[in-house]
């Protein structure tokens, strides 16, 4: 950690939290990593499965899905086929998102890259009618990565407002107390 990663306390701060770690969290959308004060580490348990919608739109899930679901084998009653093979399910999933790696970004770069050199291409020669259909793919190609970034970081959006909950600034305040005096009538 740099000069700038640091945190200051006083003794009485380190006596009510003995344990206190300083930690670098992750950047959201810039280069900086805010620093954060925390307790050590406590392992909660397995964290839960959560399902990403995004998954629906990637090429091979669905069938990836039904391959696996119809290859279980279990013998019993209706409800404990249904329980195991969503277990089972679960597990396969986890193992394929491990498989999975985030190309949306690097198909962003190179879509983009792949275009400006199409389009440069275009400004000295012209193009053939294949370039132009690969032009074509490629902005499609770049609008549904563009889709899938905005629908991860709503998705990311909506779990940080779970989780932290609505933070009413101190800004928002000092807007509807400005407000609240304005309409205020002193008399009639």
């Known amino acids: 950690m740099s000069r700038i990663d640091r945190g200051l306390i006083n ?3 380190a006596r009510l939290w003995p344990e206190a770690i300083l930690q670098m969290a992750q950047p959201d959308r810039s280069d900086n990593k805010p620093i954060v004060w925390g307790k050590k580490l406590i392992c909660w348990g397995p ?3 959560r399902f990403n919608n ?3 739109s990637k090429q091979g899930f669905l069938d990836f899905c039904e391959a696996k679901w119809y290859n279980y084998d279990t013998v019993r009653w209706a409800a404990f086929i249904l329980g195991k093979k969503l277990r089972l399910l679960k597990s396969d999933l986890k193992m394929w998102k491990s498989t999975q790696q985030d190309p949306n970004c690097n ?3 190179v879509c983009v890259a792949e275009i400006k050199r199409l389009k440069d291409w275009y400004k000295i020669h012209d ?3 294949h370039e132009l259909s690969e032009l074509a793919n490629l902005k499609k190609l ?5 889709i899938r970034i905005e629908s991860k ?3 990311q959006s909506c779990f940080r407002w779970l989780k932290l909950g609505d933070k009413n600034s101190k800004f928002l305040h000092l807007v509807s107390r400005i407000r609240q005096q304005s309409n205020y009538i002193a008399g009639m």
């Open 11 to 13: 003794s009485h701060w």
């Open 47 to 49: 964290r839960p499965f």
């Open 54 to 56: 995004s998954w629906l």
């Open 107 to 109: 198909n962003l770069k």
């Open 127 to 129: 193009l053939t009618d």
């Open 142 to 146: 770049k609008k549904q990565v563009m």
């Open 153 to 155: 970081h709503m998705l």
